[in-house]
């Protein structure tokens, strides 16, 4: 089994700066990716960034400019790095692994984090 940690969230004013993390811990061999993903009330969950073992990454377009998705391979940690930070970005964020290995040759689900609580307010 896997057990992903987010750490990081709290409440910043408009254009703050917070800093999530993310660490995977449990029997892993390699992960193919991790990502954040956010959900706001009353809305359903979005993709916010990804970033894969080879270090390619992915945002969203309302992020883009603002947000920065980095990883450490070795620890199976992500970090989102989150500057600008409007109102509309207020949501639980949870964090994303895809592709778990166990082994060469065994494969898991996809994993996902409890989440943390990012508010942008005045």
């Known amino acids: 089994q896997v057990q992903l940690v987010e750490s990081g969230g709290g409440v910043v004013q408009p254009g703050g700066s917070l800093r999530l993390s993310c660490a995977a811990s449990?029997?892993?061999?390699?992960?193919?990716?991790m990502g954040w993903y956010r959900q706001a009330p009353g809305k359903e969950r979005e993709f916010v960034a990804r970033?894969?073992?080879?270090?390619?990454?992915k945002y969203a377009d309302s992020v883009k400019g603002r947000f920065t998705i980095s990883s450490d391979s070795v620890d199976h940690t992500v970090y989102l790095q989150m500057t600008g930070l409007k109102p509309e970005d207020t949501a639980v964020y949870y964090c994303?692994?895809?592709?778990?290995?166990?082994?060469?040759?065994?494969?898991?689900?996809?994993?996902w984090g409890q989440g943390t609580q990012v508010a942008v307010s005045t």
């Open positions: 994303n692994a895809e592709n778990v290995r166990y082994s060469l040759t065994s494969f898991g689900p996809d994993y």
């Open positions: 449990g029997t892993i061999f390699s992960i193919d990716a």
């Open positions: 970033i894969t073992s080879s270090g390619r990454t």
